[in-house]
């Protein structure tokens, strides 16, 4: 049972474009919303996060949509750079426990 | 920032043989470390808690007696794959989160297991 899903598996993008990376998640008990980052061989790094009492949070380039009513959110990447091709997880966890369910993934491939 | 170090990062081994991964806090104390397995183009899939000083509470599905975890300290935890065989190959990745609420966990290398 796949409580948080990333329907895109790939996405590719232009320099400089907007790129827009969607998560549904099923479980209501979700509180915290963490986006990770993903090189090849090498362990996820935080990105950005956002709270279930808000609906968007903002750092720099990256801004986080969150949709509760619809269980969504989305991450925006503008604008794009060729460094911000990785794999993307959304990582919703809940109660402040720190355990995060990590969704399916997406590869973004930003492109010159 | 934090920094979490996992050791090895690549094991080749041949099939029986036992292999333990390290995963190190290096600047600071993780009551509660995280081990992930991540099979190619999946997700990770969460496989244990580790706690210091106490039990491990391992998900639904994994097996305890085969992936033993010890937290010995606020800085270690080990993950033992026991009889490794090649179903176990995989890529295993431990996370820490800092202390507090809602804290982003701190992700190791990952370590890249391949039982012949």
């Known amino acids: 049972d796949q409580q948080v899903k990333q329907n895109s598996p790939s996405l590719s993008v232009q320099e400089g474009r907007i790129s827009i990376l969607n998560c549904d998640y099923t479980?209501?008990?979700?509180?915290?919303f963490l986006w990770y980052k993903k090189y090849p061989a090498e362990g996820p790094t935080f990105l950005i996060s956002?709270?279930?009492i808000k609906d968007k949070n903002e750092d720099g380039r990256f801004t986080v949509f969150l949709n509760k009513s619809a269980k969504h959110l989305s991450l925006h990447i503008v604008p794009s750079q060729p460094g911000d091709s990785a794999v993307y997880f959304c990582?919703?966890?809940w109660g402040g426990g720190n355990k995060l369910t990590f969704g399916t993934g997406t590869q973004l491939k930003v492109e010159l | 920032g934090a920094v979490v170090s996992q050791h090895p990062s690549r094991v080749i081994c041949k099939s029986g043989t036992s292999v333990k991964i390290e995963c190190r806090s290096l600047?600071?104390?993780?009551?509660?470390m995280f081990w992930y397995r991540q099979f190619p183009k999946q997700s990770l899939m969460l496989m244990a808690t580790?706690?210091?000083?106490?039990?491990?509470?391992?998900e639904q599905g994994v097996e305890k007696d085969k992936f033993l975890i010890n937290h010995a300290s606020l800085t270690l935890s080990t993950l033992t794959v026991t009889s490794a065989h090649p179903e176990d190959s995989s890529f295993y990745i431990c996370?820490?989160?800092?202390?507090?609420?809602?804290?982003?966990?701190?992700f190791g290398d990952g370590t890249r297991l391949s039982i012949l």
């Open positions: 990582a919703p966890q």
């Open positions: 996370s820490a989160p800092e202390e507090g609420r809602n804290q982003p966990q701190h």
């Open positions: 956002i709270s279930s």
């Open positions: 479980n209501s008990m979700f509180d915290y």
């Open positions: 600047d600071f104390q993780a009551t509660t």
């Open positions: 580790s706690n210091e000083g106490s039990k491990a509470t391992y």
